[in-house]
């Protein structure tokens, strides 16, 4: 029991993972232990929510080495939250996630259910509303690919303190954009944008390749955010994380808080990477 709640092989389900996973759980790591710091004091309901939690570990491909996954970083930070709700859509996950809570013997609430994370939103949101006057929320939107809708990031929204971290798929996008954006159905890209205004600006970007189209697609996206009352930012680079094995762009991380020092504290995070080094600008 002891295990469960270290990097270690505890017997239990593991997600496979690349190296490059260390770099997106440092982040989250990192502003976990900044957010629940300072804010623990001044709220004193926090909760997080982890609606593509996974089993709570991984194990790198490559070394064999095992990384604490999203949900159990949260679960064993400095300064836990108050309640925790996780969803995954493999069972296996749940099963072996609910074990490791078990392990912490925190006191938070903690719940952790099998299912979609579009559909379980809708009971989250419901669950924290009685009391979202005076809770502080933070998620993690942690997809494998598409799978995140857009009207499940603006559902999370309408609760009045809920800062996000989203894994935005720009490998995934790069591999479907071109497919379908000339398709007249529906497709996962137009739900995961939350409509079709991500074809103007690809099909535009086809045609002139002037300015590199995620920064595009991104600006977007934080605008369909600003409207849901986000700070909008525009001045720090979202954090991409790269296939080091196969040098490819994966997904990149984007913040978004509707309070100003939520920006402050994820800029302060993302000035650095995993191995302490300053992160460079790049160029999409
Ligand atoms: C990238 S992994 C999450 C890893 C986790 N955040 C961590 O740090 O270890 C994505 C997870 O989403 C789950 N998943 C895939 N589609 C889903 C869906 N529609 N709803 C909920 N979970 C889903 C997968 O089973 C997988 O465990």
Same mark, same amino acid.
């Given at each position: 029991m002891y295990n469960y709640l270290s990097p270690v092989d505890d017997g239990l389900a593991m997600r496979p993972a690349g190296p490059w996973a260390k770099e997106k759980l440092d982040y989250l790591n990192r502003y976990i232990a900044v957010f629940e710091t300072a804010m623990r004091d001044t709220w004193r309901e926090r909760n997080y929510i982890d609606l593509m939690a996974?089993?709570?570990?991984?194990?790198?491909?490559?070394?064999?080495?095992?990384?604490?996954? &999203?949900?159990?970083l949260a679960l064993t930070t400095r300064y836990p939250f108050t309640g925790y709700h996780f969803v995954d859509l493999n069972e296996a996950n749940i099963v072996a996630l609910r074990e490791r809570c078990l392990a912490t013997g925190s006191g938070a609430a903690i719940r952790a259910v099998v299912g979609d994370c579009n559909t379980e939103a809708d009971t989250i949101v419901d669950l924290l509303r009685p009391t979202a006057h005076r809770s502080l929320n933070l998620a993690f939107l942690d997809p494998e690919g598409l799978e995140l809708q857009w009207n499940?990031?603006?559902?999370?929204?309408?609760?009045?303190?809920?800062?996000?971290?989203?894994n935005y798929p720009e490998g995934g996008l790069n591999r479907l954009?071109?497919?379908?954006?000339?398709?007249?159905?529906?497709? &996962?890209?137009?739900?995961?944008?939350?409509?079709?205004?991500?074809?103007?600006?690809?099909?535009?970007?086809?045609?002139?390749?002037?300015?590199p189209v995620h920064r595009q697609l991104i600006d977007l996206y934080k605008r369909k955010l600003a409207a849901l009352g986000y700070v909008e930012i525009h001045h720090f680079e979202e954090p991409l994380v790269r296939n080091t094995i196969r040098s490819a762009p994966l997904y990149r991380l984007l913040f978004a808080s509707k309070h100003p020092l939520g920006d402050k504290f994820w800029h302060e995070v993302t000035r650095r990477d995993v191995y302490g080094q300053r992160r460079l600008l790049e160029a999409r």
């Amino acid at each position: 029991m002891y295990n469960y709640l270290s990097p270690v092989d505890d017997g239990l389900a593991m997600r496979p993972a690349g190296p490059w996973a260390k770099e997106k759980l440092d982040y989250l790591n990192r502003y976990i232990a900044v957010f629940e710091t300072a804010m623990r004091d001044t709220w004193r309901e926090r909760n997080y929510i982890d609606l593509m939690a996974g089993p709570g570990k991984n194990r790198v491909r490559e070394t064999g080495e095992v990384l604490l996954g &999203s949900p159990l970083l949260a679960l064993t930070t400095r300064y836990p939250f108050t309640g925790y709700h996780f969803v995954d859509l493999n069972e296996a996950n749940i099963v072996a996630l609910r074990e490791r809570c078990l392990a912490t013997g925190s006191g938070a609430a903690i719940r952790a259910v099998v299912g979609d994370c579009n559909t379980e939103a809708d009971t989250i949101v419901d669950l924290l509303r009685p009391t979202a006057h005076r809770s502080l929320n933070l998620a993690f939107l942690d997809p494998e690919g598409l799978e995140l809708q857009w009207n499940t990031v603006a559902k999370l929204a309408s609760l009045p303190r809920m800062d996000l971290v989203i894994n935005y798929p720009e490998g995934g996008l790069n591999r479907l954009m071109r497919k379908v954006y000339k398709a007249t159905r529906e497709t &996962s890209v137009d739900r995961f944008s939350g409509d079709r205004q991500w074809r103007d600006v690809y099909r535009a970007w086809m045609t002139s390749r002037r300015l590199p189209v995620h920064r595009q697609l991104i600006d977007l996206y934080k605008r369909k955010l600003a409207a849901l009352g986000y700070v909008e930012i525009h001045h720090f680079e979202e954090p991409l994380v790269r296939n080091t094995i196969r040098s490819a762009p994966l997904y990149r991380l984007l913040f978004a808080s509707k309070h100003p020092l939520g920006d402050k504290f994820w800029h302060e995070v993302t000035r650095r990477d995993v191995y302490g080094q300053r992160r460079l600008l790049e160029a999409r």
